[in-house]
């Protein structure tokens, strides 16, 4: 069974530049994208505390308050 023509070292060395390329692009779209789902959790954090500080009918300032005594023992 043929194999085809038989690539050059030069041609092999291209390719994988070239694929390394399409993979750093990847990588750097994946992280953009894993950075966009981070600060939407974080959002969804920052809503569910400031829901749950409403609920309790303290002010954030309390909270704040009361979290720098909790560090400070």
Same mark, same amino acid.
């Given at each position: 069974? +043929?194999? @085809?023509a038989?690539k050059?070292?030069? #041609?092999?060395?291209?390719?994988?530049?070239?694929?390394?390329?399409?993979? &750093?692009?990847?990588?750097?779209? #994946?992280?953009?994208?894993?950075? #966009?789902?981070?600060?939407?959790?974080?959002?969804?954090?920052?809503?569910?505390?400031r829901?749950?500080?409403?609920?309790? @009918?303290?002010?954030? &300032?309390?909270?704040? #308050?009361? +979290?720098?005594?909790?560090? +400070?023992?």
């Amino acid at each position: 069974m +043929a194999r @085809g023509a038989k690539k050059s070292l030069q #041609e092999k060395i291209t390719q994988k530049e070239e694929l390394i390329d399409a993979l &750093s692009i990847r990588i750097k779209k #994946e992280k953009e994208e894993l950075n #966009e789902l981070l600060e939407m959790q974080k959002m969804e954090e920052l809503n569910e505390l400031r829901m749950a500080v409403q609920k309790s @009918g303290m002010e954030i &300032s309390d909270i704040i #308050e009361m +979290a720098q005594m909790q560090v +400070a023992q």
